[in-house]
């Protein structure tokens, strides 16, 4: 049963991805595929086997334009972009597309809307000094921690939680402060032209492993995955051997469980991983 479910979130996260290399093909938006969806393509060309969602990313700039465009393209359709703004129950930093299925997360009690996803990350320049990265990391965490306690993110469900009522308009106004908050710390150093490194900022990896030269960034590949084509950076070696060293050698078969996904429902079916 838990083969089927993550053949089906693998269907849907491709269709996912497919709609959104569409649009930032349509639009001429660079991205590029992060995390372990640039090390399935390498090393699987496709899905890690036992992986349940996809990650891309993307300089803010693009980032920006890439929301503005979708909410256009996207609009009559299943799909859903789900960000801090159209979400207000949503307290992630970064972007979801999502279609209509329905799923539970590990870990990840919350109001907010739930569907097999494609995460989509703003990637955001940072400063040279270790102590200004210290300082703009452990703001950003500060207001994701305010976030998540105003919009009510748990561990586990509470069975109180159902009779709590929905977010006051009060509450809903300072969650949203707070997110602009955060997006003003996150892209504090876009406008220096002289730092040549960016970050995903929400990257469950240490601070150092996912740090981009825009020369990484900007030289890049395409690789087969799946049925279709994704885009990694040309030096994905160097990338992946700082996040995972020996990256081309699987983890001991114990280590190989989703990490996300619970629970899906889709077409009236439903399935446990």
Request: hydrophobic residues 40%; without cysteine.
């Amino acid at each position: 049963m838990a083969d089927d479910a993550i053949s089906l979130i693998h269907q849907v996260e491709l269709d996912l991805f497919k709609q959104f290399a569409k649009i930032t093909h349509q639009h001429h938006i660079h991205y590029i595929a992060l995390g372990g969806t640039m090390l399935g393509a390498v090393r699987h060309q496709g899905f890690i086997p036992w992986d349940d969602d996809m990650d891309v990313g993307m300089l803010r700039v693009d980032y920006e334009q890439f929301l503005k465009v979708a909410e256009k393209d996207l609009k009559g359709t299943h799909y859903f972009l789900q960000t801090p703004w159209t979400d207000e129950n949503y307290a992630l930093s970064y972007s979801k597309l999502l279609d209509n299925t329905f799923i539970e997360e590990k870990n990840n009690v919350n109001n907010a809307r739930k569907g097999v996803f494609l995460d989509i990350f703003p990637l955001d320049r940072i400063p040279d000094s270790p102590a200004r990265q210290r300082r703009q990391i452990l703001d950003m965490r500060r207001l994701d921690s305010r976030i998540y306690l105003k919009l009510r993110y748990n561990v586990i469900d509470n069975p109180i939680r159902k009779f709590h009522a929905s977010l006051s308009a009060e509450q809903a106004e300072t969650a949203e402060d707070f997110k602009k908050q955060r997006e003003s710390v996150m892209t504090m150093y876009n406008d220096k032209a002289a730092l040549m490194n960016v970050k995903n900022l929400a990257s469950q990896y240490a601070y150092e492993k996912e740090i981009l030269s825009l020369d990484q960034l900007n030289d890049t590949i395409v690789l087969p995955f799946e049925d279709t084509y994704i885009r990694v950076p040309a030096d994905y070696d160097g990338i992946l051997t700082k996040i995972y060293g020996d990256y081309m050698t699987l983890p001991p078969e114990n280590a190989r469980t989703e990490k996300h996904i619970v629970r899906l429902i889709t077409d009236n079916q439903e399935f446990e991983l």
